[in-house]
């Protein structure tokens, strides 16, 4: 089995690459939505992220304000590496526990591991490659602008928060330019997939 990761600066393309990856016939694993069942009320993470940030991060169903907890986090450095150290390491055993299960069940997949800081928390390391997108940070800021609504600030706050897009792309095996057209994007991401192939074939 493959395991490739996929990662690239917040609202970078990541997201519609790893659906393009999807439809091309690789398992995607989304660290995203494994932190989130993770931080559901009842589990360790959500008490300790309580705990550790107040009740001000809970909403009124019971789950964990992720956008009120954005907005604490990212606007101080040492509270966000509190974050990710409440986390991280739950995400990475529940993410290595899905690998080794599907290692079993389809030694012959392309797993793609898509996951904002897989650079940063270095678990890029433990994957055989990894696939960084890219645009130009105008195009960041206006595409993080129109999905969240946040103002000008906070989207170069978030940005900031984040290791620069060059510093991830010198770790990469293989770049997606996500400024252009989403056909543009669509031919790169095929041309990857067609070297995967060729590696988990080799591998086998």
Same mark, same amino acid.
């Given at each position: 089995?493959?395991?490739?990761?996929?990662?690239?600066g917040?609202?970078?393309?990541?997201?519609?690459?790893?659906?393009?990856?999807?439809?091309?016939?690789?398992?995607?694993?989304?660290?995203?939505? @494994?932190?989130?069942e993770?931080?559901?009320?009842?589990?360790?993470?959500?008490r300790?992220?309580v705990?550790?940030?107040?009740?001000?991060?809970?909403?009124?169903?019971g789950?964990?304000?992720?956008? %009120?907890?954005?907005?604490?986090?990212?606007?101080?450095?040492?509270k966000?590496e509190?974050l990710?150290?409440?986390?991280?390491?739950?995400?990475?055993? %529940?993410?290595?526990?899905?690998?080794?299960?599907?290692?079993?069940?389809?030694?012959?997949?392309?797993?793609?591991?898509?996951?904002?800081?897989?650079?940063?928390?270095?678990y890029?390391?433990?994957?055989?490659?990894?696939?960084?997108t $890219?645009?130009?940070r105008?195009? +960041?800021?206006?595409?993080?602008?129109?999905?969240?609504? @946040?103002?000008? $600030?906070?989207?170069?706050? %978030?940005?900031?928060?984040?290791?620069?897009?060059?510093?991830?792309?010198?770790?990469?095996?293989?770049?997606?330019?996500?400024?252009?057209? @989403?056909? +543009?994007?669509?031919?790169?991401?095929?041309?990857v997939?067609?070297?995967?192939?060729?590696?988990? +074939?080799?591998?086998?």
């Open positions: 089995m493959l395991r490739v990761g996929l990662t690239g917040i609202s970078s393309g990541k997201s519609t690459v790893a659906d393009l990856l999807e439809q091309l016939g690789c398992r995607v694993l989304r660290l995203d939505a @494994l932190a989130r993770l931080m559901a009320p009842g589990q360790p993470a959500c300790e992220i705990d550790t940030f107040g009740s001000e991060v809970v909403a009124g169903d789950t964990i304000d992720r956008k %009120r907890l954005a907005g604490i986090v990212f606007a101080d450095r040492t966000l509190h990710n150290a409440i986390v991280h390491p739950r995400v990475i055993e %529940r993410t290595e526990a899905l690998l080794a299960d599907l290692a079993q069940r389809e030694p012959d997949a392309i797993v793609i591991v898509e996951a904002a800081l897989l650079v940063e928390s270095g890029y390391h433990r994957l055989d490659k990894l696939i960084v $890219w645009c130009t105008e195009q +960041q800021v206006e595409r993080l602008m129109a999905r969240t609504g @946040l103002s000008l $600030w906070e989207a170069e706050q %978030r940005l900031a928060a984040q290791l620069p897009q060059e510093e991830k792309r010198r770790r990469a095996d293989y770049e997606i330019d996500c400024s252009g057209t @989403l056909e +543009q994007t669509r031919e790169q991401v095929m041309q997939v067609e070297e995967l192939r060729r590696l988990a +074939q080799s591998a086998a």
